[in-house]
C-alpha cells in the first residue's frame, strides 16, 4: 500500500468483507436506529509512527455486533455464532478471509471478541458483542 488509506476508506471496507455474512446487515458508521442482526463499525484509535517516516499506520477498529433483544434465548446463540472463530457466520472468519480488504490495507487481523452484553438502543435492549480489529495500513 503505497499511501494509507482514510479511516473512513477502511471502515467501508471492513463493512464490504462483513457483507459475506448471509442475513446480517452492515453499516461503516455507528447507527442511530438498527434493524438487527447488523454489524457497525468504528474507529477506536490510530497509532501514526509504527515505523520510521510515519510508515505502518496502525488503526484499531471495533465492529460492534448486534442480534436480538438480550433476553431471546436466539440473541445468545446469534452470538455463539458471530463470535466462533469459523463458520458461516464467523465475524473473525469474513474480516480475515481477505487480509488485505482488496488491497485497501497492508493486513488486518481480529484480535478479540467479547464480552457480550446488553445494549439499549431506542428504548429497547439488544445483546451487543465488540469485536477488535487491528489494521495495519
Same mark, same amino acid.
Given at each position: 500500500v503505497s499511501t494509507t488509506p482514510s479511516v473512513s476508506h477502511i471502515a467501508a471496507a471492513i463493512e464490504t468483507a462483513l457483507q459475506t455474512i448471509s442475513g446480517l446487515r452492515t453499516a461503516p458508521y455507528l447507527a442511530d436506529s438498527i434493524s +438487527? +442482526?447488523? %454489524?457497525?463499525v468504528?474507529? @477506536? @484509535?490510530v497509532?501514526?509512527?509504527? %515505523?520510521?517516516a510515519g510508515g505502518d499506520v496502525v488503526h484499531t477498529f471495533t465492529v460492534f455486533v448486534v442480534v436480538q433483544r438480550a433476553s431471546d434465548r436466539a440473541g445468545a446463540q446469534a452470538v455463539e455464532g458471530f463470535m466462533s472463530q469459523a463458520g458461516d457466520n464467523s465475524i473473525r472468519a469474513a474480516i480475515e478471509a481477505d +487480509? #488485505?480488504?482488496?488491497? =485497501? =490495507?497492508? #493486513?488486518?487481523?481480529? @484480535?478479540?471478541?467479547? +464480552?457480550p452484553a446488553p445494549v439499549i438502543i431506542n428504548e429497547a435492549i439488544y445483546l451487543s458483542v465488540p469485536f477488535t480489529v487491528i489494521v495495519h495500513a
Open positions: +438487527p +442482526p447488523i %454489524a457497525l468504528s474507529i @477506536e @484509535e497509532l501514526y509512527h509504527g %515505523a520510521f +487480509p #488485505t480488504l482488496n488491497g =485497501v =490495507v497492508s #493486513t488486518l487481523y481480529v @484480535e478479540k471478541s467479547g +464480552p
